[in-house]
């Protein structure tokens, strides 16, 4: 008798970026967590429209740039409340609550209120400050008295961030997008037009939605997070260990804060050079730009426990292999929506009111700057926990790179009496620089760190792109509701027939399999949520 051939073990019949030494079911993992929350894109964009809609076209381009000042303040502010627990949490958790059993579970879920309480604390202060200083919020002015409420949002925001971030450790993604895409979005929406039609606060109606939303995503996380974590136990105020806890966090505060401040430092200063009026166009397509940048972030609350799982065994290769993976996932999904919504960009913005339409190149600017920032984001989900104050050190250079050449060119612009609409699309225009020299000096550090080439580039994207701008153009010649129903689902369409049969190997369509490998040290069942 033949003696039959060695088996091949299960892993090795596997790619190799899919077999456990390389980091396969994290990658899997990864995957599951991506497409759960990815999905929330398309609810996100069902959601975000009417609001768009509503407060454009009932309420006024000035009245949403006023809106928008207030608004950016709050997040940005909101970030700095939040402890940087977005990432920083998991290191807490992996660090403070190793083992099994009860009392394991104890630990984490006290753990998760440590955080909270400290974050409340913080929260406390700035709210003082704004109150006592209204005009940082308000540079323009308000819609109405009732807006100075939206500080009563701080605590509501901080807070959700903290509690999304206890589900991203147990692999609860769905959390993200319910309460993110589905209930925020909604609620504000629904807000803006009933407080409209209430007598006596119809001015501040967008103000008072989006109060409402924030306090609706708040209840959305706090449903979950009870019924995962339990009420603490045992717990009690520590405030020596509070204050370190405060101060050991600033790295990942700086790091969450500055990475959200390049987003939203052009709205600042805007809204200091300009008239409320061009805020608001350009909030409208920030807002519209936004919508892909969430696919980058739908991989952000999965990738920190699994980077500090392989960051813990001192996995560097399978820490590479998942940001080169991550990143060509995210830079090839958003690519195609960016030209989807780019190319029929006047027709895109003429949904907010032809007084929005000025502003289709700063859309353009901004996409593509959402494009170029795909490996500054996922190289940082890293660099935060291995070269913290190196990290900061970047980020701080360029967001001050940024605001730099945002000032310059708004006051170039000015100088050759360009309209506001080319002053706007000159602070777009600064962030995509400031996004591209992250992305490639961040790239830098972490690959001498690693030891690893971590580029996302393909150049396949180049591919499947060409085909796809030709499809666009033609677009363009159709009536604009055509052009926005026909041509921008066309664009995608094309763009992701090329990419899948030229950009995406084996290891990549993991992403969209649904046969995901349970993380070793979690159930099966958690695993699995």
């Known amino acids: 008798m033949s003696t039959p051939p060695p088996a091949i073990p299960a892993d090795e019949s596997k790619p190799e970026e899919l077999r456990p030494d390389k980091g396969g079911d994290d990658m899997q993992t990864l995957a599951k967590g991506g497409r ?32 928008a000042s207030a608004f950016v303040i709050i997040e940005i502010l909101a970030l700095l409340c939040a402890l940087g627990e977005k990432r920083g949490l998991a290191q807490r958790l992996s660090e403070g609550a190793e083992g099994g059993g009860p009392d394991a579970a104890k630990a984490k879920v006290n753990l998760v209120f440590d955080g909270m309480l400290a974050s409340l604390v913080v929260t406390a202060l700035v709210s003082c400050l704004l109150l006592a200083f209204p005009a940082i919020m308000f540079p323009n002015g308000m819609n109405s008295s009732l807006d100075i409420w939206m500080v009563a949002a701080l605590p509501a925001y901080a807070l959700t961030e903290i509690l999304l971030a206890a589900q991203a450790y147990k692999y609860d993604i769905a959390t993200t997008v319910r309460a993110r895409a589905i209930v925020e979005p909604w609620v504000i929406s629904i807000g803006a037009g009933v407080f409209l039609l209430v007598p006596g606060v119809g001015d501040g109606g967008l103000a008072l939605a989006f109060i409402v939303s924030i306090y609706a995503g708040l209840a959305t996380a706090l449903w979950s997070f009870g019924r995962t974590y339990g009420p603490p136990r045992g717990w009690r105020p520590r405030p020596g260990y509070l204050w370190r806890m405060i101060t050991r966090a600033f790295p990942l505060v700086g790091a969450d804060v500055i990475e959200r401040g390049t987003r939203l430092i052009d709205v600042i200063i805007l809204g200091y050079f300009v008239g409320p009026g061009t805020v608001g166009t350009y909030f409208f397509a920030q807002q519209i730009a936004s919508l892909p940048q969430k696919l980058k972030t739908s991989f952000e609350p999965i990738l920190a426990p699994v980077i500090t799982k392989n960051l813990k065994i001192g996995n560097l290769e399978a820490i590479a292999n998942q940001v080169r993976q991550v990143g060509f996932w995210i830079i090839a999904l958003q690519f195609g929506i960016a030209l989807m919504l780019a190319i029929p960009g006047e027709a895109v913005m003429g949904l907010g009111g032809p007084e929005v339409v000025g502003g289709t190149g700063a859309l353009a600017f901004l996409l593509m700057a959402e494009v ?158």
């Open 372 to 529: 170029v920032a795909s490996m500054a984001v996922v190289s940082e989900g890293v660099l935060v926990y291995i070269a913290r104050k190196r990290n900061l050190g970047i980020s701080i250079g360029i967001i001050s790179f940024q605001a730099a050449l945002t000032v310059g060119l708004i006051l170039l612009a000015k100088h050759f009496n360009y309209g506001e609409g080319f002053q706007a699309a000159a602070a777009a225009a600064a962030l995509f620089v400031a996004l591209a020299v992250s992305s490639l000096v961040k790239a830098i550090v972490l690959k001498k760190l690693l030891n690893a080439p971590v580029s996302n580039w393909r150049w396949a994207l180049v591919y499947a792109a060409a085909p796809a701008v030709l499809i666009g153009f033609a677009a363009t010649y159709l009536p604009e509701w055509m052009e926005i129903v026909f041509g921008g689902p066309a664009i995608l369409a094309v763009y992701l027939l090329v990419i899948w049969k030229r950009g995406f190997g084996e290891e990549d369509k993991v992403l969209f399999r649904k046969n995901i490998v349970p993380v070793e040290g979690e159930p099966k069942a958690e695993a699995e949520r």
């Open 36 to 67: 759960t929350n990815a999905m929330g894109f398309v609810i996100r964009l069902l959601a975000r429209l009417p609001f768009l809609f509503i407060g454009y076209r009932l309420y006024g381009v000035d009245e949403m740039g006023r809106f």
